[in-house]
């Protein structure tokens, strides 16, 4: 299994530019995240999709938008770059809860830099 | 809301010496999930627990679900200097699909 696999790894964006970060999970779990991480600091949470074909805001959801696209895959959607919204980002899955295990896994991060 | 609180923030030591850390709550917990993170990498899942009381172990690294369920340990024992980056404690918020986690404590090796 791959786990948690996103694309790209790097990304340089020019302010108002807009790009779509992939993620996919081969584990069959019901539950996917997006979380951006800044230097130094912690993991928030942007999106999340609770289940297939549901998404709700997290945290910092302003200035992206997400697609839960099937029970595999859900992307994270910038239509207008900005300076601010360079940071890593990192999507999750969970199986989601009930009687299941609660682990959640990240994938390896996209590096996205916006001039 | 609920914040996990996590002690040391950061730590020096030697290589070979035993590590422990911890992970507070100002509520229960029902899951508890430990992580290190290296620099430029994603988030790794070293340890879940899922029932107070409980003791496991991943290799070097044993964490426990405090009795209280509001409180989480971890220690690493005889540490190398691949023990190094950054470790933290995460749960499921009650009643919700959200996850919060812990400060992290930033471990340093000394060889």
């Known amino acids: 299994n791959a786990g948690v696999t996103q694309t790209p790894k790097f990304q340089v964006l020019k302010t108002g530019q807009s790009m779509t970060l992939q993620c996919a999970q081969d584990m069959n779990h019901n539950s996917m995240y997006w979380y951006r991480q800044d230097p130094g600091m912690g993991l928030r949470l942007i999106y999340y999709s609770a289940s297939e074909g549901t998404t709700d805001k997290g945290e910092v959801p302003n200035g992206y938008n997400v697609s839960r696209l099937n029970k595999r895959e859900f992307s994270l959607r910038l239509e207008s770059a900005a300076p601010s919204q360079t940071s890593v980002y990192f999507c999750?899955?969970?199986?989601?809860?009930?009687?299941?295990?609660?682990?959640?896994?990240f994938g390896p991060g996209t590096r996205l830099t916006v001039t | 809301g609920q914040q996990l609180n996590q002690s040391p923030q950061s730590m020096f030591i030697q290589e070979g010496e035993d590590v422990s850390m911890n992970c507070t709550s100002s509520?229960?917990?029902?899951?508890w999930l430990w992580y290190k993170q290296d620099p430029g990498e994603g988030p790794v899942l070293l340890i879940a627990?899922?029932?107070?009381?409980e003791l496991t172990s991943n290799g070097r690294l044993t964490a426990q679900f405090g009795i209280t369920r509001k409180d989480s340990f971890l220690n690493i024992s005889a540490s190398i200097p691949s023990d190094v980056g950054i470790y933290f404690c995460a749960g499921p918020s009650s009643g919700t699909y959200k996850y919060i986690f812990g400060t992290g404590t930033r471990l340093k090796v000394l060889a």
């Open positions: 509520s229960i917990f029902n899951t």
């Open positions: 627990l899922y029932k107070a009381g």
């Open positions: 999750a899955s969970t199986h989601g809860g009930g009687t299941v295990p609660l682990e959640q896994y």
